[in-house]
């Protein structure tokens, strides 16, 4: 999806000519880095990003002058500076402060590491952590990103949408096979959203990365409205598949109860 795309998406109302193009690809080059991409070359960007590759040069450049990104000759990483966008919102925004105490009473309770997330898109966000143990090869903390259709909290936040806005957000990118077991066939994913309504949890075994299952609830508001999701991540190799759900099930809904008087 390109930048422009994602302007029309989530910004019917806004005029176009009152939006700031540079900035809007700017933006859209930061977005490309991942913790699976996190050094990029300026075709690489240009590619993910959809914008030309001397547009995508300048953009590069200009962060990197700015110091949001390090530039070796070849290859553009971002730098911690970066950070200074995305603290902001997260200290503004009330959620991580009145979860995380029970978050990481959860992950002291069980031993596993626990996070909540939002959904962005077609992507999840961590918003808090509480880890006991490293169940993936990359490090998650409050900002890091996944895709929602493999994920347990993403499913859950997915299934939490009108059946038509979750269509579309999976219609909206490719979905790739991250594992053998990733189920990327629209239908079937849709399939299993409805599974995931209707017994108000998902399971996540291997989809994401091999040797990671989770399972995750969804986290209302004083009005019944989905606000976020929690999850427990175990490795595989010490949990059963058929083990998350008498394991883990009932403290998430705990958690998942006492928040639902305070979330707003």
Partial sequence: MTYRTKIERRHMT??????????????????????????QSIAEVSAASGLDRA??????LTLAHQGYADYDG??????????RLGTACLA?????????P???????QLGESSSVSILDGTDIVYVARAAQKEVMSIALMP?????????SMGRVLLAALPGDQARALLSALPLPART??????????????GRVKNQGYALIDQEVEMGLRSIAVPLFNARGITVAAVNVGVPATQVGAEELVPLYLEALRELQSNLRAVLR
């Fill in 180 to 193: 053998p077991h990733t189920l990327t066939d629209p239908e079937a994913i849709l399939s299993e959203l």
């Fill in 143 to 151: 900002g890091s990103r996944l895709p929602a259709y493999c994920t």
């Fill in 102 to 108: 029970l978050l990481d009473a959860l992950s002291q």
């Fill in 92 to 100: 503004t925004m009330p959620l991580p402060q009145l979860v995380q």
């Fill in 55 to 60: 547009t995508a040069r300048r953009c590069l």
């Fill in 74 to 83: 070849k290859f553009f990483t971002l730098t911690p500076r970066v950070l």
């Fill in 14 to 39: 806004i005029q176009e000519r009152d939006i700031m193009g540079g900035l809007a690809k700017g933006l859209a080059v930061i977005e490309t880095f991942t913790a699976e991409r996190p050094r």
